[in-house]
């Protein structure tokens, strides 16, 4: 009897952890199973969403993104000065970020450069750039985007519409597209792909640029929540986005990933750390929970695999 | 002309020239100063370089991320349980060794019974080390005992006491790597983990032996660096998490595994250190610093990357 895929079995233990984090949250504290409360909880993993699916991309090609963390505060620093007071510079600088990833994805491929040690220079060039940009913390968030990022839409919070929404373009264009068909591809068998008449430096391209995209995105939601930026504001997300792929059921190689399962991991991550004030445990162990949370999944996925393959 | 083929040769002559450079800039007058503030700088990271080495030899996927983490908390506790006694030091010692072998151990639980990737048992494992060293510190700064913090900044025949541990360290390394049986079973790992298992070299004790070796290297380089700072900080790690990693791959050893290098590690060390105080010497501020610091990285391994096409 099978009702359930391998790819809904994957997608389903991290949907469970979240959902017993909300659980366990809303039985020690019933206020929390409001409007608000649903928007306190899950307001800050809007930009580790994005970020998250941003190293997914890169991922599904086999590499490893060591500078997402930098590059996220990169991002913010530009959105907090530029983006805010000369709107076309700023914008003109994204995408000159975002150009740079692209290049950085054709060197990896053309040198065949280990993208951690890449990414890990890069990683320094980020961190100085937004130290130049913004010296102090400081800046202000463009009115546009704080307007999006507060607004209170009815019935369903803010950060709950912007994580479906999310999921739902990311994983149109990672699973129903044919650019995340041949992205996909390339992690899984480049020379396949290759023979097939496909140009893997352009997928490559690609893949990095729309990682930087969605990187881009996660730097700007993120201001319009702290409403200032400083160039050490995401360094947790080079980690925290690993992490969230992993625990949505993606893997470092073979081009599988999956971007439903890559937001579920990252809002999980961000329950995690606030389970414990609910727990009323003390906050040094918040990092600690998302490392715990992340042994129980994998431990729980390893026992459904040995089930599974004992049933078949 | 055999020592230009070496690849560790080329990190020694950037870190010369880098030296020269520097000492030009003061008109000579700080040659021996740089030179003692280097070599001291260097050590740590070349502790904490070796033990990362010896596991990226293990092969594709090898990496240990809970290096920062076990630096703090063995840094912290032991400072902790010293108390400024100078009659603890040995003890205390001990104390970091056994967080050391407590870490290396759980993390090849974690790789060998969740079955998951070393980047994500590491990093998991590290987020519970984090936590637990932000716990027993509690923001106090417990200064070091008197003679530990005297032994750690002296000299001994001009030559910084923590460059000759490091020395010794890296000596033994290299006589463990390329005289002892242990380190060809690494690198046969590294080079084909299953051809390694096929001729009957004992896999999974040699992999764990090595995350024990890394997480002691890295407990031990906490416990010294707080002496010589005078006091464990809980940011203390941070760095050394990129920088573990950069010298082992600016030093030349394969970042696919199976070859390792020791005499590199030095070069690269002293190379980094080298960079930055010449970037302050000429007066460039933290962001142009962090800038330069990352292209350099990615000449050296795009300049690395075309020496062994060459070679091949």
């Known amino acids: ?312 | 002309m055999t020592l230009l083929r070496k690849p560790w040769i080329w990190s020694f002559v950037a870190a010369g020239a880098v030296w020269i450079v520097t000492v030009l800039a003061t008109g000579g007058s700080s040659s021996l100063g740089l030179s003692q503030a280097a070599l001291t700088f260097a050590a740590f990271s070349v502790m904490v370089g070796t033990g990362q080495m010896f596991v990226i030899t293990l092969g594709p996927g090898n990496i240990d991320l809970a290096v920062p983490a076990t630096m703090t908390l063995s840094g912290t506790v032991a400072l902790k349980f010293m108390a400024e006694n100078n009659g603890l030091i040995l003890p205390g010692l001990g104390i970091a060794v056994l967080i050391g072998l407590c870490v290396g151990i759980s993390n090849y639980v974690l790789i060998k019974a969740l079955r998951i990737p070393p980047i994500i048992a590491t990093l998991s494992l590290s987020f519970i080390v984090q936590s637990s060293a932000i716990w027993t510190n509690r923001g106090l700064r417990v200064k070091p005992p008197s003679a530990m913090a005297d032994f750690t900044t002296d000299l001994t025949l001009g030559i910084p006491n923590l460059a000759l541990i490091a020395l010794a360290v890296t000596v033994a390394a290299w006589f463990l790597l390329n005289r002892s049986i242990y380190g060809r079973w690494i690198s046969a790992i590294g080079q084909s983990l299953p051809a390694a298992r096929m001729a009957g070299i004992p896999v999974d004790g040699v992999r764990l032996a090595t995350y024990v070796l890394c997480a002691i290297l890295a407990s031990v380089t906490g416990y010294l660096l707080a002496c010589f700072s005078g006091g464990a900080a809980l940011n203390m790690g941070a760095e050394y998490l990129l920088m573990s990693i950069a010298v082992v791959v600016i030093g030349g050893t394969a970042v696919a595994g199976g070859d390792s290098n020791v005499p590199g590690i030095w070069g690269a060390s002293l190379f980094m250190f080298l960079v930055v105080s010449m970037l302050n010497t000429y007066g460039f501020g933290a962001g142009f610093r962090l800038i330069l610091t990352g292209l350099i990285i990615i000449t050296v391994i795009l300049a690395a990357s075309g020496r062994q096409a060459r070679i091949q």
């Open chain 1, 1 to 312: 009897m099978r009702w359930l895929s391998a790819d809904a079995m994957r997608l389903a233990v991290p949907a469970l952890a979240l959902v017993a984090l909300l659980v366990g949250i809303f039985w020690m504290q019933p206020r929390a199973m409001s409007y608000n409360g649903f928007n306190l909880l899950f307001n800050l993993a809007v930009p580790i969403a994005l970020a998250t699916l941003g190293q997914m991309m890169i991922m599904a090609v086999n590499d490893l993104d060591l500078s997402m963390g930098t590059f996220v505060s990169f991002v913010a620093c530009v959105t907090a000065t530029f983006l805010q007071s000369d709107p076309l510079i700023g914008v003109l600088i994204l995408l000159a970020a975002i150009a740079t990833y692209a290049v950085i994805g054709v060197v990896i491929h053309l040198r065949q450069l280990p993208s951690i040690v890449v990414t890990l220079g890069m990683s320094f060039v980020w961190g100085g750039l937004a130290v130049l940009i913004l010296p102090a913390p400081g800046g202000s968030a463009p009115g546009w985007i704080r307007a999006i990022m507060i607004s209170k839409p009815p019935l369903v919070p803010m950060a709950i519409i912007a994580s479906i929404i999310i999921a739902a373009v990311a994983h149109l264009i990672v699973m129903r597209s044919s650019f995340g068909v041949l992205v996909r591809g390339v992690g899984g068998n480049a020379r396949s792909v290759q023979r097939a008449g496909w140009s893997i430096i352009a997928a490559r391209a690609g893949a990095y640029a729309m990682a930087a995209t969605f990187a881009v995105a996660a730097g700007i939601a993120l201001v319009g929540l702290t409403t200032s930026a400083d160039a050490n504001i995401a360094l947790r997300y080079t980690l925290l986005s690993i992490a969230g792929v992993i625990l949505g059921g993606g893997e470092f190689i073979g081009g599988r990933v999956s971007a439903i399962g890559a937001v579920i991991g990252a809002l999980t991550l961000t329950l995690a750390g606030s389970f414990l004030s609910f727990l009323r445990i003390s906050s040094d162990w918040q990092i600690g929970a998302q490392g715990m949370i992340l042994i129980a999944v994998l431990g729980l996925r390893l026992l459904l695999n040995r089930f599974e393959v004992k049933r078949s």
